[in-house]
């Protein structure tokens, strides 16, 4: 699909050519990557206080959009037909059709931006003696906020009338009545947004005059700062820290739903960019929700968390998702140690050997992306100087692909052929099994299912754990600067499922099938996070059109 060009809307500005905004976007993305572009756009003049703000598909006239002013109640889905946008979706489900140049195609809604009347009353954001002036040419009508305390009261007057008016779809209706009056009504601006413009204030505790435009922009700028103390302050109090206690797995079955339950609610609420990873375990022999950050060890919060969700403890913790890369053997089998010739060298774990019908009579071993170098990189076997038993081709990737699903897979050629064991070439060393076959997908039947899963890696050896099929959300050091996309989490029973030095080592189940291989995890916490095969395989195929099988 090709790049597609959205214009977009804060819904709370008006829309005029002024606010609009336009973004460029591969149609073959997800939207949760929209969502991030968007925001890095915005971000100097939208206060991303949630960051799971909803983008609204429209497709509509500015004029038609009109109705968000003249009734700030009105629902996007049910009075402009919006569909909200899944994160997990593609761009192209939305708009695969022409787009019409002209029309607002997206309804960016951002809690707080669009402010109404009632809620800066209730923020006491407008105070009583403060004025709101209507001007259009020489057309002009003043009122005077005479109330808040049970919500705003304003005086209008028309004609030597007073009207006290409780919200701002009232005032709108008093100025559009005043101005059908006049006797220049044929030169009159449409109700809603060019009435909007034509707004002003006057706040007189500060002696401002500002334009709907400028009041919004400053009354945006004041909840951010507030809000920025009050979390700090919030946070500081009451959040405590993981502060190098041990984290048990929960062995309960209907604990562990619950508190994953739980962490998925939790990321929904307060995912943003700061948060690298979400687990949940036993500290001091407590159900616990655990946060990591991706801030200075210490550092005070510029944003809210909550010290208790859904009944769970909240704990934080700093640092990133870290890569699990850290004696000689003659035949190159799953599970030994292999290494790259870097400064400081690298360790990591070879995963099972496979060859491709396009190149016939080569041998591939596959690893982890970031514990190897770059195409043409020697791979060697740490306990023998020599010039590598193998070496990084052009399949390999660490990056983030268009869903959002971390990638790092690195298949190395060979140097000698010899080195392949004559029988069980995938048998996993050091244990009786043998990788039968690749599971090929993860499909719906899958997710939220847990299964026992097996690994062999070159720090950690032998361990077996639980694996629930979910997607979790992570911030990975693999990448500089550190990335977030989304990975399958093991998380161990009794210990961690892999440690320094595991990373790319063979993850399988019980009927030996290669589920994935390990990218790395959190340090003092039992979660590991896995790269499915299916994704590596089919990463590979779409990329260099090659498509690899088990020996």
Request: net charge neutral.
């Amino acid at each position: 699909m090709p790049t597609i060009e959205l214009n977009c809307l804060l819904h709370g500005d008006t829309p005029d050519i002024d606010n609009i905004f336009s973004v460029e976007i591969d149609a073959e993305m997800a939207v949760s990557k929209l969502k991030e572009i968007i925001k890095e756009k915005k971000q100097d003049t939208v206060y991303f206080d949630n960051v799971n703000f909803k983008l609204w598909n429209v497709s509509e006239s500015n004029e038609k959009l009109s109705i968000l002013f003249e009734n700030p109640n009105a629902i996007i889905e049910k009075k402009l037909e919006g569909k909200m946008l899944a994160e997990t979706d593609r761009v192209f489900e939305y708009f695969s059709h022409e787009l019409n140049k002209e029309y607002i195609h997206i309804i960016v809604e951002v809690p707080g931006y669009h402010l109404t009347f009632a809620s800066c009353a209730k923020r006491k954001e407008l105070v009583p003696s403060d004025k709101i002036i209507f001007k259009e040419d020489s057309f002009e009508k003043e009122s005077e906020i005479i109330g808040i305390a049970k919500g705003i009261r304003i005086q209008f007057i028309n004609k030597s009338e007073k009207y006290k008016l409780y919200s701002f779809i009232e005032f709108i209706e008093k100025v559009n009545e005043s101005r059908e009056l006049s006797s220049e009504k044929e030169t009159k601006s449409s109700v809603g947004q060019n009435m909007i413009k034509n707004l002003m204030f006057h706040l007189h505790v500060s002696n401002e005059h500002l334009s709907w435009s400028d009041f919004h922009k400053h009354l945006i700028r004041q909840r951010k700062l507030t809000k920025d103390l009050e979390n700090t302050m919030m946070n500081e109090d009451k959040l405590e820290r993981l502060g190098g206690r041990k984290v048990l797995s929960i062995q309960d079955d209907v604990v562990f739903e619950k508190l994953s339950a739980a962490e998925d609610a939790f990321l929904e609420k307060f995912r943003r960019d700061e948060i690298s990873a979400t687990n949940f375990g036993l500290v001091d022999g407590k159900e616990v929700i655990i946060v990591m950050l991706d801030l200075p060890e210490g550092s005070l919060l510029k944003f809210y968390l909550p010290p208790v969700f859904e009944g769970f403890p909240v704990i934080i913790d700093y640092g990133l998702v870290q890569p699990f890369h850290r004696s000689y053997h003659e035949k190159l089998m799953p599970g030994i140690s292999i290494g790259w010739f870097n400064n400081p060298p690298n360790a990591l774990t070879l995963s099972p050997l496979v060859q491709t019908p396009s190149v016939p009579g080569g041998f591939y071993f596959l690893t982890a992306r970031h514990g190897v170098g770059k195409k043409g990189s020697p791979v060697c076997q740490p306990g023998k100087v020599d010039d590598g038993c193998a070496t990084v081709t052009k399949y390999n990737s660490l990056s983030i692909d268009n869903d959002g699903y971390l990638i790092d897979y690195a298949f190395c050629r060979l140097s000698n052929n010899n080195r392949v064991p004559e029988t069980d070439q995938n048998k996993i060393y050091g244990a009786e099994i043998n990788v039968s076959s690749f599971k090929t997908s993860v499909g719906n039947d899958d997710l939220n299912r847990k299964v026992d899963v097996k690994k062999v890696g070159k720090s950690t050896f032998f361990t077996e754990r639980k694996l629930k099929y979910k997607w979790v959300y992570v911030r990975s050091a693999a990448f500089d600067p550190p990335k977030n996309g989304y990975a399958l989490r093991v998380v161990g029973s009794h210990g961690p499922f892999a440690g320094p030095g595991d990373s790319g080592a063979p993850v399988f189940d019980r009927d030996n099938r290669l589920l994935g291989i390990i990218h790395g995890g959190v340090k003092d916490q039992s979660s590991t996070y896995v790269i499915p095969i299916n994704l590596i395989i089919e990463h590979a195929r779409q990329r260099r059109h090659v498509q690899f099988q088990l020996l």
